[in-house]
């Protein structure tokens, strides 16, 4: 793969445990995206405040992000990788970019609906606003792509319709960002509710897999995978919709197109295939929660990776944010 020199953004919130849907819909593409793009990943824990949180417990959660993005294969010395409140332009710019997003529009986004349900005793403002931070981010950084899973394109496209819409308003001033979704695994579903999303804030912890699962676990929650009364491993989301999830987690953790993943398991019954699939999978994750404890334990590394990424990635916003202080109309000194 060849450096185009483009720029490319993402991050994922350090909430809860990540799923194997993060590391899918995510991190994983991240990895060999960084040989053509010029990337920059955050921690965002700005977003991850829209919920409450326990102070102790996302200090420590956002080292364990950043140790997972490198033990999945991001390379620091390759990307920025930084902490999105370590650079100050991530809020002054969602500040500016709110007054250019209305407030039915944000209404509408189906996270913020979903969360509401979810979190009826604390729809704070943060909430409702969530998209306009993810905006800030992406456009401070002038990014070209933006590879996430399916349940953040929405949040994309009202990115793309913010800057479409200031840039119209005064002159081009934002790349506007293309959304980069995996054909395979962009769509992680529920193990034990095949129509609903994998989610890291699941009621059911069975219909998970979370990349700090052991392998007993994995190969349990596999084991009771919800499938159909049929007995035939075929991809076909619509009318098998637990045996096609579990193929694409197949084909993706085992490096397979769909079709190869199929003829593994031709005239073999549900049970050996739920097998295979966990063994894929747990194979996949020992190497990284082993590389993840080691980095954990390295807290000088760790913590110097988040210095020279802030300091980076602060030169890059800083000069958006100059851009945009001017064309508005802000005084400057
Ligand atoms: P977050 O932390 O909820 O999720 C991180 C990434 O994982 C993807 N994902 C999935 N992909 C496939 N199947 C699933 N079941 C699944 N569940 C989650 C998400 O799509 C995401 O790519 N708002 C973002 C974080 C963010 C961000 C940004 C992303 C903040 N600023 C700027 C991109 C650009 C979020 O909450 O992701």
Known sequence: MEFTGKKLYSAVQPTNNLTIGNYLGAIKQWVGLQEE????????????????????????????????????????????????????????????????????????????????????????????DY???????????????????????????????????????????????????????????????PSKKM????????????????????????????????NEVRFDPENKPGVSNLLSIYSVFSDKSIAEAEADFAGKGYGDFKLAVGEAVADKLAPIQAEQARLLSDKAYLDNVLASGAEKAYRTAKKTLAKVYKKIGFYQL
């Open 199 to 230: 989610s890291k804030s699941a009621e059911n912890p069975n219909g998970s897999i979370f990349l700090t699962d052991d392998r007993d676990t994995v190969l349990r929650k596999f084991k009771r995978a919800v499938t159909d009364s049929g």
């Open 37 to 128: 793009y010029d990337c920059t990943f955050a921690i965002a824990n700005m977003h991850a405040i829209t919920v409450r949180q326990e102070p102790a417990n996302l200090r420590k959660k956002t080292l364990e992000l950043l140790a997972l993005y490198i033990a999945c294969g991001v390379d620091p010395e390759k990307c920025t990788l930084y902490l999105q409140s370590h650079v100050p332009c991530h809020a002054e710019l969602a500040w500016v970019l709110n007054t250019f997003t209305y407030v039915g529009e944000m209404e509408r986004m189906t996270q913020f609906k979903d969360k509401s349900a979810k979190h009826a005793d604390n729809i704070n403002m943060g909430l409702m």
């Open 131 to 193: 998209p306009v931070l993810m905006a800030a981010d992406i456009l401070l950084y002038q990014a070209d792509v933006v590879p996430v899973g399916l349940d953040q394109r929405q949040h994309l496209e009202i990115t793309r319709d913010i800057a479409i819409r200031f840039n119209n308003i005064y002159s081009p001033t934002f790349t506007v960002p293309e959304g980069l979704y995996m054909k395979v695994g962009a769509k992680i579903a529920d193990l034990s509710d």
